[in-house]
C-alpha cells in the first residue's frame, strides 16, 4: 500500500511541476500590461485542475476503502516500531 502511495505522490509531483513549469513559461512570455489578467487565469485553472485530481482520488480512496486500510496499516507500522 505504501508503494502505491509512493507512486501516486511522485506522479502527482512531476505533474504539478510540469504545469507549473508551463504557466511560468508562459507568463514569462506575456508582457504587456493588458494580459497580466490572462495569466492569472492561468494560474486558477492550473489550481482548479490539480484541485479536481485531489478531489478525484480522495473519493476513490474512500469509495474503495482502502485509505482506512492504508492509514491503519501506517498506525499499526508506527506503534509496532515505537514499542
Given at each position: 500500500?505504501?508503494?502505491?502511495?509512493?507512486?501516486l505522490t511522485s506522479v502527482i509531483g512531476a505533474w504539478w511541476e510540469q504545469a507549473v513549469s508551463?504557466?511560468?513559461?508562459?507568463?514569462?512570455?506575456?508582457?504587456?500590461?493588458?494580459?497580466?489578467?490572462?495569466?492569472?487565469?492561468?494560474y486558477a485553472l492550473v489550481i482548479l485542475a490539480a484541485a479536481a485530481v485531489a478531489v478525484v482520488l480522495i473519493a476513490w480512496a474512500r469509495s474503495?476503502?482502502?485509505l482506512p486500510a492504508f492509514f491503519d496499516e501506517i498506525i499499526d507500522d508506527i506503534s509496532g516500531n515505537a514499542q
Open positions: 500500500m505504501l508503494q502505491v502511495y509512493v507512486a508551463s504557466v511560468r513559461h508562459i507568463s514569462a512570455r506575456r508582457t504587456s500590461d493588458g494580459e497580466k489578467g490572462q495569466t492569472t487565469a492561468e474503495s476503502g482502502k
